[in-house]
């Protein structure tokens, strides 16, 4: 549903309410009836006012990003979001993270690490806490071995929200394999299985483990045996594959996990099969297919970015600056 029709649907709600909260005292038939309920109701009354009004504001300020968002213009998100953050200095985490995401979408990835780069130096918090995103525009543009160090570096400083760290400690070992260093990669993938709180950490590590790592491991058994921990743990916690999809859904608009959803799919599907993993799986993933299906996606991207920007109104600057029809509040 479209912004403003959530906003409008909201604001009636809100209305009719302070027009049944205004008028019942009226109904009554004692004034001391309505008196009385005029003290229980007139606090409730000015709350409501004052959500409404709120909200209101809130929208005449977002009114122009919200727009934007609707019409999937990322070039032009792009371009408004570059104006709030480097020409006005707003570097807050939503509209950093919100810049970010609009980068890659349309393949830019130097613009992301240029981004990382000003907001790095202007509030460093901001960059902890998008860690993820700057270390997916390293891995989804091939640069594997400086992705694995972008990773390591911020899982050192210990600065990490719990779960970003669980993720961020997956995508130091990815890296780490698309880069080749598979026995790097092994090793967190083994700790990680056997460890992990989040169940799709637990189970895409188990499923690499299977899928490519263990043929060519010099500690194989060790790799099929945490492979198979993890699994039984994922199982254990999720029961059946409809809740794996659930646990998927819920992070399905993060742009690191649409990175890997087709690994993640592929996972939830090996984990609840029931197949045996006392010897490495014969379907092997090898890491010439993640590299490629990367680059895939990568190129996938690209040509959604190009499409859009021949659109006459998608990508052109002066449709931020000219057109009419979004009128800046601010």
């Known amino acids: 549903m479209k912004f403003k029709y959530l906003i409008i649907a909201f ?6 309410f302070l027009l049944i909260t205004a008028l019942l005292p009226q109904l009554l038939p004692s004034p001391v009836q309505a008196v009385d309920l005029r003290y229980v109701t007139s606090p409730l009354l000015i709350f409501m006012t004052v959500i409404l009004v709120c909200l209101g504001i809130f ?3 977002n009114y122009r990003l919200f727009l934007l968002l609707e019409r999937e213009d990322w070039p032009a998100l792009a371009y408004y979001l570059e104006q709030k953050i480097f020409v006005k200095g707003k570097y807050n985490t939503r509209l950093v993270r919100l810049l970010a ?17 000003k907001a790095s130096l202007a509030k460093k918090s901001v960059v902890e806490k998008n860690v993820l995103i700057f270390g997916a525009a390293r891995v989804i543009s091939g640069d594997y071995s400086e992705a694995a160090v972008f990773f390591k570096t911020h899982l050192d400083k210990g600065r990490l929200r719990k779960r970003d760290r669980e993720w961020v400690r997956w995508f130091y070992g990815f890296s780490w394999l698309l880069a080749g260093a598979f026995d790097k990669a092994e090793h ?3 700790s990680v299985a056997d460890s992990c709180d989040d169940a799709l950490i637990t189970g895409i590590s188990a499923y690499f483990l ?8 010099l500690r194989q058994q060790d790799c ?3 492979a198979e921990k993890g699994r039984s743990r994922v199982l254990g916690a999720l029961k059946r594959l409809e809740g794996w999809k659930k ?5 399905e608009n993060e742009i690191h996990i649409a990175i890997i959803r ?3 799919d592929e996972a939830g599907v090996w984990i609840f099969s029931g197949k045996d993993t006392a010897l490495p799986d014969k379907q092997q993933v090898t890491t010439k297919q993640i590299t490629a299906d990367i680059e895939k996606a990568r190129h996938t991207a690209k040509y959604k970015a190009d499409h859009e920007a021949s659109h006459p109104i998608i990508s052109d600057k002066r449709y931020i600056q000219e057109s009419s029809n979004i009128k800046d509040t601010e």
């Open 11 to 16: 604001s009636i709600l809100i209305v009719f």
């Open 59 to 61: 929208l005449l300020i």
């Open 101 to 117: 995401s609009s980068y890659m979408v349309i393949s830019d990835y130097q613009s992301v690490l240029k981004l990382e780069n």
């Open 188 to 190: 967190e993938f083994l």
């Open 210 to 217: 299977v899928k490519n790592l263990a043929k060519s491991s």
């Open 224 to 226: 099929l045996a945490a």
């Open 247 to 251: 646990e998927v859904k819920g992070t």
């Open 262 to 264: 087709k690994y993640i």
